[in-house]
């Protein structure tokens, strides 16, 4: 079984954050992957030139008090800003409402949502340091 560590002392905000992942995860690949939360599950799923698809992965998140943080209220809030000015009219108004949760310190922010992406696959054995 193969083992990947994200180190959170590699990254301080959402954009590292998918440099370490791309740099983790993949291998031989020619282009970027996706700067989003649904790249990020498809890159987890596999076949990005480090394990196939839903092949079974250990993976550990080292320094993930230090992510916690980083992908907090302000960098959630700031993704989400990013996110209504490029989503489509329809969601503009799901969109505003998490935004407004955001920056009144509730709802989930980056780091939950994350987690809580990763924990979605069977295939990962997950485990936080």
Known sequence: MKKIEING???SNLSEFYDEVE?????????????????????????FGLHNYEEQIELCWSNSEKSKLDLGINETIEDLEQVLQNCHPTNREDVKKELELAKNGKGEMLFELIVEIIKEHEHIKFEMK
């Open 9 to 11: 002392n590699s990254f």
């Open 23 to 47: 740099r983790k995860f993949t291998k031989g690949l020619t282009w970027k992957i996706g700067r989003n939360l649904n790249a990020f599950n498809d890159v987890l799923r596999g076949g």
